[in-house]
T-cell receptor, first 114, second 113 residues
């Protein structure tokens, strides 16, 4: 089955700095890579996702890059703000009818210091 | 309506009790999921329903019994639970099994005494 490794497990940055979280996956058949943000006591919420036919995707201060050859993908947050403080989970799956199983990384606790 | 609604938000039960968790979505999604999340851990898949049929059961103990009465509702029946079953139980839905974004509910926080 799929295995997703996520680093670092904790990350502290000053407000305004950038944050980068990295994930690697094992199954070359995986083709869908979402990132979820979970604030304390809240539900996980999708913040950005990327499919294997795309190398990079950007949404305002958030970007994700994917290197299929190396089987790794990264989340980049620029101009961090205190409200970015949360646990971030990367995930990988093979997205096809009847085969959807999302494998999560262990999570990164991001703290943005004002 | 882009919400997945779960009830109750909190549940405390003894090991001999029978209780149920409920989940509802009105987004027309045809895949619904139960996840279990322990503190400081990622969500762990328990069950997947696709078009109201159980398609994935991740070797979950029989003291957890899922039910999908219709395409909008998902239940998780609980019986003879153990203290280690205490966790946040998250319901989620997606457009179809195998595609796109998972929408999570706020979860039901379960404590087993």
């Amino acid at each position: 089955g799929e295995n997703v490794e996520q680093h670092p497990s904790t990350l502290s940055v000053q407000e305004g700095d950038s944050a980068v979280i990295k994930c690697t996956y094992s199954d070359s058949a995986s083709n869908y890579f979402p990132w979820y943000k979970q604030e304390l006591g809240k539900r996980p919420q999708l913040i950005i996702d990327i499919r294997s036919n795309v190398g990079e995707k950007k949404d305002q201060r958030i970007a994700v890059t994917l290197n299929k050859t190396a089987k790794h993908f990264s989340l980049h947050i620029t101009e961090t703000q205190p409200e970015d403080s949360a646990v971030y989970f990367c995930a990988a799956s093979y997205s096809g009818a009847g085969s959807y199983q999302l494998t999560f990384g262990k999570g990164t606790k991001l703290s943005v210091i004002p | 309506d882009t919400e997945v609604t779960q009830t109750p938000k909190h549940l405390v039960m003894g090991m001999t009790n029978k209780k149920s968790l409920k989940c509802e979505q009105h987004m027309g999604h045809r895949a619904m999921y139960w996840y279990k999340q322990k503190a400081k851990k990622p969500p762990e898949l328990m069950f997947v329903y696709s078009y109201e049929k159980l398609s994935i059961n991740e070797s979950v103990p029989s003291r957890f019994s899922p039910e999908c009465p219709n395409s909008s509702l998902l239940n998780l029946h609980l019986h003879a639970l153990q203290p280690e079953d205490s966790a946040l139980y998250l319901c989620a839905s997606s457009l179809e099994d195998g595609t796109g974004e998972l929408f999570f509910g706020e979860g039901s926080r379960l404590t087993v005494l």
